[in-house]
């Protein structure tokens, strides 16, 4: 997950340009559908689509997943592991190693 430099780095720019209270959940979460729409256009005509362009959409969709993990006061790590742990759980490797499609168990 982010690093500790990386996590002061967005709250400082956030903080000086008063940014804060635009950060609503809400808003947080609209501009993450939006950046990733733009990360999904760049591979809408090519499976090959430039890896600067990629690397920058990607940011940005991560930057305000941080941004909205701040602002609901949940610690990324936690919540992803406690994620994988439920996926885990419901989509086993006997049941789902090498098939494309979800198996869950029965």
Request: aromatic letters at 6%; hydrophobic letters at 40%; glycine letters at 2%.
């Amino acid at each position: 997950m982010p690093s500790q430099h990386t996590l002061a780095a967005l709250r400082a720019f956030v903080a000086e340009r008063d940014w804060d209270h635009f950060h609503t959940p809400e808003n947080l979460a609209k501009s993450i559908a939006i950046e990733a729409s733009e990360l999904l256009e760049l591979y809408q005509w090519t499976g090959n689509p430039d890896q600067q362009k990629v690397e920058e959409e990607l940011a940005d969709v991560v930057t305000y997943c941080i941004h909205l993990a701040n602002r609901l006061g949940v610690d990324l790590d936690d919540i992803v592991m406690a994620k994988l742990e439920k996926t885990q759980r419901k989509y086993p490797v006997e049941h789902n190693q090498g098939v494309i499609s979800k198996q869950e168990p029965q």
